[in-house]
């Protein structure tokens, strides 16, 4: 029934439809990842693209998925332990507002940001302008309703809950906590992969997230792991335009970083403007050589074969 599913999806199932998830640009981060992990770590978990990419491909023994946001740490557990009743929740609130007024996606966000459940969190983001978070201090989903669609219709959602239940299933452990802490235990024959939000996302004005993660705590954290061997890939900062989002790391953490073209900018479309999305990868030590351009679908950097883990 499950790989029905994934055939019928012809793409790897999604549940969590964040904006800036890694699902495009997998093609072009794999190439970069070792193919002998014993267990991979995704810390920035929200969508967990990466994991859920990685899974799928057998390239670990297995993995470690964790969110500085509880709900979405919960979500992730009850979609893998629970998909049948995790779906049904969904239905449920999917569908109430086929007869509700104006207001009901935002009698549901008062009602998650009273209670915290992660099924109304998962409505929600399906349901909010352009997938694209919005919390504040406290936590609390800020974000308004896109009035153009009503979000991935229960079917769908169906069909994603169990295709990534059925991947994740049995080599998964799912934790919640600051980053630094749920990665603690990696050791050099593990790797992690990291997609914090962006520095202009989480300080200044344009802030989106509860948790604020600032450059120097990120560049001290990247040193306790180099310091321990540890293996890694991160997806941080990048372009889009004539706008930059943060700055490149230090020279001092010997990082290769690679410029990824990740499509046409969906804000820019919607504005009327045609512009290209750039971002970085940067690697630890030994995972690539440095490339002078921006690595495209058409033009990726060397050939990948995968060796699935046993």
């Not at 399906?126 to 609390?140: I, L």
């Not at 009035?147 to 991935?152: I, N, Q």
């Not at 403007?273 to 995972?287: K, N, V």
Request: proline share 5%; hydrophobic share 35%.
């Amino acid at each position: 029934m499950f790989q029905v599913m994934l055939l019928r999806m012809n793409r790897l199932p999604h549940p969590i439809p964040y904006q800036g998830s890694k699902r495009s640009l997998a093609p072009l981060i794999a190439p970069y990842i070792p193919q002998d992990i014993d267990t991979w770590y995704e810390p920035f978990a929200g969508s967990a693209a990466m994991t859920l990419w990685a899974a799928h491909h057998g390239i670990a023994r297995r993995y470690v998925i964790s969110d500085v946001l509880a709900p979405i740490s919960e979500l992730w557990r009850t979609i893998i332990t629970d998909p049948e009743n995790t779906a049904k929740q969904y239905h449920d609130i999917w569908s109430g507002q086929a007869t509700a007024g104006t207001e009901y996606f935002n009698n549901i966000r008062s009602r998650y940001n009273r209670h915290r459940d992660p099924i109304d969190l998962l409505y929600l983001i399906c349901r909010c302008v352009k997938n694209a978070v919005r919390f504040s201090k406290k936590g609390d989903f800020t974000q308004s309703h896109d009035k153009r669609r009503l979000g991935m219709r229960p079917e769908r959602m169906r069909e994603a809950i169990f295709g990534a239940a059925h991947i994740l299933q049995n080599k998964v452990e799912v934790r919640c906590g600051d980053w630094l802490d749920t990665t603690t235990d990696s050791r050099i024959i593990d790797f992690v992969y990291m997609d914090p939000p962006y520095l202009g996302t989480t300080v200044g004005r344009d802030k989106r997230y509860a948790e604020q993660l600032q450059l120097d705590r990120l560049t001290a954290g990247l040193s306790l792991l180099r310091a321990r061997g540890v293996r890694f890939a991160l997806s941080y900062d990048g372009m889009t335009g004539g706008k930059v989002y943060g700055e490149a790391l230090p020279e001092h953490l010997s990082l290769t970083r690679l410029l990824l073209h990740a499509g046409r900018s969906s804000q820019a479309t919607l504005a009327g403007r045609h512009e290209e999305t750039i971002e970085s990868l940067y690697l630890s030590p030994g995972l690539a050589s440095p490339f002078d351009g921006v690595l495209t679908r058409e033009n990726p950097q060397g050939i990948f074969t995968f060796a699935r883990a046993s």
